[in-house]
């Protein structure tokens, strides 16, 4: 009989449950059965290969508290609440099935009266009548020993805010990479009224454990875990930082122009690795001088909201008569950027 092995997290801190994935892929003894379940509170999860500037609103997620956090794993941009459970397996390489997998979680929603479908490779669908939409959508990763499927539950999560943070804010912005493609999608609280977290929980457990014919051991995971797991510390710092939250980005170009009190300004940046390589400002402003400050302050620096501020500020105390412009020049090219 296989060992089975439950952790439940019981933080929404998205780069801790990410954290705890990467811990598990990697350190976790391969030849058990490994179910994790967790949820976050409100962040945009982008995918590996994806720019945070192009895929996400990151002002109107500044405003609102919303998290940014990025997976190791590839895929696009999507919105977790906490009406949003997730799962990840992790199993013995020879013995994996995504099959397997998939049917823990279809007999774990047949309790509330739910029958699901499998489409494709990655997504699990519920039949309406007027047609198919999505509850559920997976990722997957392995290695030599190992292999790991990991996805989503759509159980009451505000699907309305999904466009509010996956929107681009900015103008005129041409990113090197592919964008997200959504997909038409439902909550299972459609189908079953009053289904909850927990709930869910308790039967994906039962589920998994009559599946392999075994009892699980359960533990609990919280921000404490990272004082006593040392590989599950060392993976939330890389996650949590902003080098690999923004600065691991392909390279993009980003232009954005308004009139504002100081003239018309057209600033032209290139970003790549999160970091300003060069910039362009083209404007009737009046003051050359300022233009030349600002554009030697903000090269080489990276491209946030706090290098603006900076830039800024400088430029006030040179130019004090002109403050009163400046700061709407900063507000401005905080909305477009801010992080």
Same mark, same amino acid.
């Given at each position: 009989?296989?060992?089975?092995?439950?952790?439940?997290?019981?933080?929404?801190?998205?780069?801790?449950?990410?954290?705890?994935?990467? %811990?598990?892929?990697?350190?976790?003894?391969?030849?058990?059965?490994?179910?994790?379940? %967790?949820?976050?509170?409100?962040?945009?999860?982008?995918?590996?290969?994806?720019?945070? %500037?192009?895929?996400?609103?990151?002002?109107?997620?500044?405003?609102?508290?919303?998290?940014?956090?990025?997976?190791?794993?590839?895929?696009?941009?999507?919105?977790?609440?906490? #009406?949003?459970?997730?799962?990840?397996?992790?199993?013995?390489?020879?013995?994996? $099935?995504?099959?397997?997998?998939?049917?823990?979680?279809?007999?774990?929603?047949?309790?509330?009266?739910?029958?699901?479908?499998?489409?494709?490779?990655?997504?699990?669908?519920?039949?309406?009548?007027?047609?198919?939409?999505?509850?559920? #959508?997976?990722?997957?990763?392995?290695? $030599?020993?190992?292999?790991?499927?990991?996805?989503?539950?759509?159980?009451?999560?505000?699907?309305? !805010?999904?466009?509010?943070?996956?929107?681009?804010?900015?103008?005129?912005?041409?990113?090197? #990479? $592919?964008?997200?493609?959504?997909? !038409?999608?439902?909550?299972?609280?459609?189908?079953?009224?009053?289904?909850?977290?927990?709930?869910?929980?308790?039967?994906?457990?039962?589920?998994?454990?009559?599946?392999?014919?075994?009892?699980?051991?359960?533990?609990?995971?919280?921000?404490?875990?990272?004082?006593?797991?040392?590989?599950? $510390?060392?993976?939330?710092?890389?996650?949590?930082?902003?080098?690999?939250?923004?600065?691991?980005?392909?390279?993009?170009?980003?232009?954005?122009?308004?009139?504002?009190?100081?003239?018309?300004?057209?600033?032209?940046?290139?970003?790549?690795?999160?970091?300003?390589?060069?910039?362009?400002?083209?404007?009737?402003?009046?003051?050359?001088?300022?233009?030349?400050?600002?554009?030697?302050?903000?090269?080489?620096?990276?491209?946030?909201?706090?290098?603006?501020?900076?830039?800024?500020?400088?430029?006030?105390?040179?130019?004090?008569?002109?403050?009163?412009?400046?700061?709407?020049?900063?507000? %401005?090219?905080?909305?477009?950027?801010?992080?």
């Amino acid at each position: 009989m296989q060992k089975l092995k439950v952790f439940l997290s019981d933080s929404f801190n998205p780069h801790l449950n990410l954290a705890t994935e990467e %811990w598990i892929f990697h350190n976790l003894d391969p030849s058990q059965q490994v179910l994790f379940l %967790w949820r976050n509170e409100e962040t945009v999860v982008i995918g590996r290969n994806q720019n945070p %500037w192009s895929e996400c609103n990151l002002a109107q997620m500044k405003n609102d508290n919303v998290h940014l956090a990025r997976r190791t794993t590839g895929g696009g941009a999507v919105f977790h609440d906490l #009406g949003n459970t997730n799962f990840t397996f992790l199993s013995p390489k020879e013995a994996y $099935k995504r099959d397997n997998n998939v049917q823990v979680i279809f007999d774990a929603l047949k309790s509330f009266g739910i029958t699901g479908e499998a489409s494709g490779r990655n997504d699990l669908l519920i039949p309406f009548h007027d047609g198919p939409r999505k509850f559920s #959508g997976s990722a997957y990763r392995e290695k $030599k020993d190992r292999a790991f499927h990991h996805g989503t539950l759509l159980l009451h999560t505000d699907l309305t !805010r999904l466009g509010n943070y996956l929107t681009p804010n900015p103008k005129k912005l041409q990113a090197k #990479g $592919k964008e997200s493609v959504r997909a !038409r999608v439902a909550n299972l609280n459609e189908v079953s009224a009053n289904i909850k977290h927990d709930q869910i929980v308790e039967t994906m457990v039962a589920a998994f454990e009559k599946f392999y014919g075994g009892k699980a051991e359960v533990e609990s995971l919280t921000m404490e875990s990272l004082k006593r797991i040392p590989e599950l $510390k060392a993976q939330y710092d890389t996650l949590s930082s902003w080098e690999w939250l923004y600065g691991n980005t392909l390279e993009f170009n980003h232009k954005m122009d308004e009139y504002l009190s100081l003239g018309f300004f057209d600033f032209q940046f290139q970003v790549e690795d999160g970091v300003i390589k060069e910039l362009k400002i083209f404007t009737d402003c009046l003051y050359p001088q300022l233009i030349e400050d600002l554009t030697a302050s903000l090269r080489g620096q990276a491209y946030r909201g706090e290098t603006i501020r900076q830039a800024l500020a400088k430029a006030r105390e040179k130019f004090a008569d002109l403050s009163a412009g400046l700061t709407e020049l900063e507000q %401005w090219l905080c909305r477009q950027i801010e992080i």
